[in-house]
């Protein structure tokens, strides 16, 4: 299988702080793939040099034959790479419209911008419903399909998700975990963070495991779901909870 993002000896950190350690992943065209960590293990630092927030210090990053480290982030839109960030920052003084439109002014995108949209409230009815509000006044669920969508309207092939169960109610994990397995489909490959293990097993097929800045554990869902390492050395306690119950 070819890879469209291969990752190697990534470091990367804020200042002297040191986070990322010699990262090593592959992400092949199609996959839902995650990444899975006790708090502060990288996994958003990750995130933040892959959509080229935060610059790496050392290592490679190849994406669809490119080097992906020399790339400024809109160049890295173009190339249809798309973060919907941890805590969702949407711009709340605007409407939920003008957020998901602000989300497709890639050159990539731009001609589709109609029919994305019209997908995108089709799959957020929710998000339809309330096209005129402001996106501040939406409640934390609405706000992460809003993340979300506004992510889709770039057109990605690549859709980095950063946590996006944090701090939803149980029944709002369902509804975004549902949308995010209805997108899954075909040709677009999503790497998704999160702390929700029982969630992210639910849609990935393979997932990695970080810790102290490296992938320690690789492995198809169903070995995650049973591996003891991975629930006990690594995760920690809530996760390893959550794991049993998956
Ligand atoms: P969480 O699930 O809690 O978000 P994480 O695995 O995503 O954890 P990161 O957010 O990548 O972890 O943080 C990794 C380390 O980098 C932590 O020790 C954190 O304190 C530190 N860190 C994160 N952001 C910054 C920043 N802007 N400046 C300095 N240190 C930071």
Redesign the pocket.
Known sequence: MTALLSVSGLHA???D?S?LQGLEFELHKGEVVCLL????????????VLSGLLEASSGRIRYDGMDLLAMPSHKRVEAGIALSP?GRKVFPNLTVAENLVLGSFNVSARADRPRTLDQVYALFPRLAERRAQCAGLMSGGEQQMLALGRALMAKPRLLLL??PSLGLSPKMVQVVFEAIRAIASGELTIFL?E?NTHAALSVASRGYV?SA?RIVHAGATQDLRHSVEVRDAFIGGRAAREMRHA
Do not use: C, I, L, W
């Open positions: 950190g804020y200042g702080s986070v960590g006790a708090n502060g293990a990288g996994k958003t630092t990750t995130m933040g941890e950063d946590e963070v702390q970080m800045g």
